[in-house]
Structures are given as C-alpha cells and as structure tokens.
C-alpha cells in the first residue's frame, strides 16, 4: 500500500517538473522598437499597449491612450513553435473605439505568425520593413504594478 501511495504520488510530481514552462506567458508593456540598429523609446508616451498570455493558451491585447477616451481590445488563441507565434483572433471587443476595426490585428478571424525571441525581461517581435528588420519592444510587466482594473478603469472581457 505504501509503494502504491509513493508512486503514485512521484508520478504526478514528476509530470508537473516535466510540463515545459512557456517564458511567453505573462504581461508585456510596449516600450519602443529597434531599427537599422538603433533602439527608439515609445515614440507616443502617453500610448498604453498591453499584450497578456496565459498557460491556457490566450493571448489578450488591449490599448488606449492616456488623457483619451476609448480602447482596443481582441483575445486569439496563440501557439509557439520554434520561435514563431502564432494568433488567431477569437473575439474583439464590442465596445472598442470605432477606428480599432481599421487595425488588422483588431480584426476577427485573422491569423498571423509573427517570429520572436525573448532577451532578458524584453519580448521582442521581429517585423520586415521595407527590407529591413523592425522589432517590437515588450517590457515585462513587473509584479508590482497595478493591476489592469486598478491602471484602467476601461471595461475589459471578464475572464471565464
């Protein structure tokens, strides 16, 4: 009885050190870009873009801009493979600015696969330009940040 109850129990231990930890899941606070070697600050401080991804595997965006009225805001499902990831947007807010709908990634249905990688607390997303590498600069949110609905009183989708 007692062997049983110590497999039993190892087993499930070891199959939850086994589960593979996605370094992608978290929040992410657009910070700047880099192009043709030079990193850029936000260029629009007062922009506030947000990218959450869970262990579920949803991945939410919302933005709005600070001393403005109204947002953008999707969910996709997402997927990771061999650094590309890969969207497919599930559901956009029905009370999103009337402009949001201009943004193809605000748009229903749409599938992207964007390559990436992440340096340190950085999430950088790698675009072509013309050419030439443009990348997307994502900070980390820090845990000590406010959390969404303390930062932004804008409605967002109630998570199930």
Known sequence: ???ILFLLFAGGSMEARSLPHDPIVGSWIYDGFSFEGHRYPNPNPD???KFQFTPDQKARLNWHRLNESGFCEREAEYR???QILHQVVTWVNPENNSDCGRDPDMQLGRETQTRFAI???ELHFYFDLNGREFIYILKRESSNQA????ADPRPLRPSP
């Open 119 to 121: 340096e340190g607390c």
């Open 147 to 150: 959390l969404p609905s303390e």
């Open 80 to 82: 990771v493979q061999d």
């Open 1 to 3: 009885m007692i062997l």
């Open 47 to 49: 922009l506030v873009l």
